[in-house]
């Protein structure tokens, strides 16, 4: 696993295209986000969806995918987004919302069957550019594990002691807040539901 350190206020363009470069083939980053750090890959690569998978023993027949995107525009490419969901994406992000919306075929095959997707554009500089400079979303699964403390889950030495050896490269951007993002349901944008909170609440 190779390390790149930088910060989300000096990004570091050479790295950016290694990282991309790595997960366009098919490579697993461990990288930051607004909550926690997070495991992530080329969303469209099925390969490197099924090795998160793996990673997180994720079953992606019965658990919700989540993806990060550079912004709303990235999104609305993978996931159906009406005027009312438009509306509420636009208020909130970036920020620390996952909103469920109805998915798109486009997605990788782990994706299919799935109605619904996870949306994400966090208020993280480093992994908005990833997205963006990939060209396309980050499938995205927190760096989190059983029996962790609050304060481990923030620090990159501990996220890098326990996933490092599963991954192909590491950011470490230093300590992150390690809070659950809201999980927002938008399949019904008349209706938004609310399925976890999380630290900050949702705008209209």
Same mark, same amino acid.
């Not at 099924?50 to 550079?70: A, D």
């Not at 594990?145 to 990159?156: G, N, Y």
């Given at each position: 696993? $190779? ?8 990004? &570091? ?8 470069? %790595? ?5 697993? /980053?461990?990288? =930051? ?16 969806? #099924? ?25 609305? #490419?993978? *996931?159906?987004?009406? @005027? @009312? ?6 208020? &909130?992000?970036?920020? =620390? ?7 798109? =075929?486009?997605?990788? $095959? ?5 109605? #619904?997707?996870? /949306? ?5 500089? %480093? ?20 029996? *962790? ?9 501990? /996220? ?39 630290? /900050?609440?949702?705008?209209?």
């Amino acid at each position: 696993m $190779k390390t790149y350190r930088m910060y989300e206020s000096s990004i &570091n363009e050479r790295y950016v295209d290694e990282i991309v470069q %790595i997960l366009r083939d098919g490579g697993v /980053v461990v990288y =930051p986000t607004d909550s926690y750090y997070a495991i992530g890959c080329d969303a469209l690569n099925n390969r490197a969806v #099924e090795r998160v998978c793996k990673i997180k023993n994720i079953n992606p027949l019965r658990q919700r995918l989540s993806m990060v995107c550079s912004g709303i525009s990235q999104a609305s #490419e993978y *996931a159906r987004i009406d @005027n @009312n969901a438009f509306r509420i994406l636009r208020a &909130n992000l970036p920020g =620390p919302f996952t909103f469920v919306l109805p998915a798109s =075929p486009r997605l990788a $095959k782990a994706f299919k069957g799935r109605k #619904e997707a996870g /949306v994400r554009v966090p208020d993280s500089a %480093i992994a908005r550019r990833l997205a963006e400079e990939l060209g396309n979303p980050l499938l995205s699964t927190s760096a989190i594990w059983d029996d *962790a403390q609050p304060e481990e889950l923030s620090l990159p030495d501990e /996220v890098a002691m326990h996933f490092g050896h599963q991954a192909d490269a590491f950011v470490d951007a230093g300590a992150v807040k390690a809070y659950p993002t809201a999980i927002i349901d938008l399949s019904d944008s008349s209706s938004p539901v609310t399925l976890r909170e999380g630290r /900050v609440g949702i705008g209209n």
